[in-house]
């Protein structure tokens, strides 16, 4: 499993490469959990194509599953979805529930994605006050 790491105002962060599958079933978030400890990356940011076919289908548990593995392990998740992705209602509530944390974000740029990441200690520090 492939990732680019990127060092961004010195932080580390995990990139999927765009258009590449990354995690095909819900058990791959194994191996990716690895290659991040490897890598000594706790952030992550990937696009629809990294993702398990079923991803963006709350019905199919998938998502769930991937999102309780990274949060248990402390990896935070940001995807850039591409333009044609059109979200359900049920997973754009998915959305606006995890915007209480800090934990993971969808995002229409890489920029913007790049950025929340590197916030990390800043929204930390926040939530502990």
Known sequence: MELIVREVDGQRIGEGAP???LISRVDDVVTLL???FGLAV???LLYPENL???FFDLSSGEAGAILQKLRTYH????IV???TLVLSRRFAELIADEHQGSDFRVFDA????????CDYHTVRSKESQ
């Open 42 to 44: 706790n952030r992550l």
């Open 52 to 54: 398990t076919p079923h």
């Open 19 to 21: 258009g590449q599958p």
């Open 81 to 83: 979805r591409s333009p």
């Open 75 to 78: 990896l935070r998740l940001a």
């Open 34 to 36: 690895e290659t991040c």
């Open 110 to 117: 890489r920029l913007a994605a790049q950025e929340w990441l």
